[in-house]
Every structure is written in structure tokens, then in C-alpha cells.
């Protein structure tokens, strides 16, 4: 191998936290576009502080990146799921910022959650209990969250068990509660009852602890539900400018697009199987282009024979199954000489969005979102970049 891309491939191994080179596809996120979604959530919920969930390393795009731009922009509270996520953005945030654990801590976690000055979301008497316990060990009054459930049966302690927890003798004497929160299972459905079952539940638990502030709304709510969103609002989606519900909203920044690359075109016959199990047959002579993502990279094996990807304004279907690492476009309406090799390809971006995706696959656009893969790269647009 010669020496100069013998170094750049130790340089793109070695970096610390680098992302992959644009082998699969680049995926780009604009900055600039995040804060202005951060700006416009601010405006749908002016009585609201604006946090941001940043779990899943910000839903794939880069956590360590985009958190410390949104604390540029003033925002002091990020949401992640696991204490290791906060861990990793810790140093990268402001003293003023605070880092919540909406899963909890796992036994044993206490130490290191607390020395970090991180706060746990409190979801069960057993957390509540090991973090009153390490409080008193340290002999230090120490924050938390308190998760109650109001109706989605997932986190969070009932209505029983939070009367419990406030009997317990010593708790508020060792835990403050910072925040009291809960979480609608159908703000995506702004209309079904079980929002309203939620806010009156929600009310009448977070009454018990007057001096604690009030969560309750993603970013569905924060549209769909604006007039009972409390204190603290917990947006992800919007911020990386995707529409939680449709119509899409006004105003929204569209923050990512995801491009691909041509690997081989080719033309064939009809009556030619295409990719496994000959899914596909030709039904006629056809183009066809072979692209870069497959599977493996969250592309969804879903899409094959349903799904399309564009070059400039023409919509090109994808046709046979979805490889691991590639699958196939048919590319017969682009005049031949006009697509080769090494071309770019738009999978996400002003065509095809990240909600039609999840739309047409029945998902949720968060699950499209988080499966996109590290062989993709990363690349920050949009604004001065933090100094890494
Ligand atoms: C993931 C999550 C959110 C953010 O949801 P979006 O739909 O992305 O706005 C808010 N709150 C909790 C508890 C979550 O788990």
C-alpha cells in the first residue's frame, strides 16, 4: 500500500469519535437548521424552558456535536436514556447544563451518576430508594427527576406507589425533586382521549409535589397539545426538523439529508432476475444502477420493491431486495451517459423526508432515524463548529 493512504487510513482509524469516510453515503446535518427548530419549539411554547432529547446519540446524528450547539443557543437541560450517554456529553456542556437519565440509573450507578453531576430520572420505588440510600451514604441532599405514569404503562411510578414513595420517611429530606414527569402515549393522535386522561392524571400527581417543575410534552404535544405542555417541554424530533404530525408544520427547518453512491450501472434485458430470489424481473429492457447502502446500514430491507431514491428531480424505484451492503435502482429514465459510477444519490432530503419514509414503511420516523448506520458519514453544516 502506498505510504500516503496507508496514513490517511490509520488518521481515518485512529481519530477519536470519527466518523466513517463517505464509502456507504454521507449524512448531513445542519446545525444552523437545529437551532432554528430549537428557536421555533421556544415560540410553540413560550411559557415552556425547551429541552433537548438527545438520547441515541441525538437520534443518530451526533450527540457530542449537536448538544453543545444547542447549549450555544441557550438550551441548559438534554435528555438521554442511559447514564453512559450522559457520560459521554458531560465534558462537552456548559457547568449551567443538566443532563437527565430517563431510563434510570441500573444498581450501582449512584456514584458515578451523582459524581458526574448528572441527574437519574427516579421510574420505580427500587430507584428512588437506591438513590435516597446513596444520598444519605454521602450525607448530601441530591436531585432528581420524578417519572410518574399517567397512562402509557411504561415508566414511572403509579399513582399508588407515588403515595408510597412521599410517606417514605426521609425522602424529600434526601432527594430533591426537580421536576416531576410523564409521558403521553398518543400525542401523535391529538385528538384521542387518552391525551386529556393523561393531562388530568398528570395534574393530579404532580400537585403532590408543589414545588417541583412540570413535564409532560415531545414534540407531538408541543404542537398538537401546546396549551398543557408544563414547565419543561422534551422535544427530539422537531428539533432535527421532522413533523411528528401532518400537515407538516410551518416553519419547520428540514436539518438532514442522506446521500448514496452509484457503484455500477448496468443494462439488461427483459425477463433478467434482479438481486435475491430474483425478487424482481425485468419487464422490459431496463437501466439499472446498483447503490452503496443496503440494510446493514438502516436503509430498511423493507424498501425493496416499494421504496425510491432520486437523482436531481427524477424518482428512480428501487426494485429486488434490499442487499446488506447495496441495492438496486432502476435508473431507465435518466439518459444513458447521464449516471455512472460514483454519483450521488438522494435517499433522505427536499424529495423524499424522513416522516413519507416512515410513512410508507408504517414506522415511526424515529426508528428510521436512529437505524441509519456509522458507515455513513457524518457531516456538520450550517454553523461555526465547536472546537472539538
Ligand atoms: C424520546 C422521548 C422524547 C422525545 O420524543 P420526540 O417524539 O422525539 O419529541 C420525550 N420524552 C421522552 C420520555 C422520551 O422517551
Known sequence: MPTESAARLNEISNRPGASAPAEAGVLSVDLSAIIANYRLVQAKAPSARVGAVVKADAYGLGARTIAPVLAGAGCRDFFVAHLAEALELVSGLPESARLYVLNGLAPGMESLCADAGIVPVLNTLEQARDWQAYATAVGRKLPAVLQVDTGMSRLGLGADELETLLRQPGFLDWVEVRVVMSHLACADMPDSPANAEQVRRFAEMASQLPEAEQSLANSAAVLGMSDCVGGLVRPGLLLYGIDPLSPATA??????????????????????????????????????????????????????????????????????????????????????????????????????????????????????????????????????????
Open 251 to 388: 416553519g419547520l427547518h428540514p436539518a438532514i439529508t442522506l446521500d448514496a453512491r452509484v457503484i455500477q450501472v448496468r443494462s439488461v434485458q427483459a425477463g433478467v432476475g434482479v438481486g435475491y430470489d430474483h425478487d424482481y424481473v425485468t419487464p422490459s429492457p431496463r437501466r439499472l444502477a446498483t447503490l452503496s447502502v443496503g440494510y446493514a446500514d438502516g436503509w430498511p430491507r423493507a424498501l425493496g420493491g416499494k421504496g425510491a431514491v432520486w437523482i436531481n428531480d427524477v424518482c428512480l424505484p428501487l426494485v429486488g431486495r434490499v442487499s446488506m451492503d447495496t441495492c438496486v435502482a432502476d435508473v431507465t429514465d435518466i439518459p444513458a451517459g447521464c449516471i455512472q459510477p460514483g454519483d450521488k444519490v438522494e435517499l433522505i432530503g427536499p424529495h423524499q423526508s424522513v416522516s413519507e419514509l416512515a410513512a410508507l414503511l408504517e414506522t415511526a420516523p424515529h426508528a428510521i432515524l436512529t437505524g441509519l448506520g456509522n458507515r455513513f458519514e457524518r457531516r456538520f453544516t450550517g454553523h461555526a463548529l465547536p472546537q472539538a
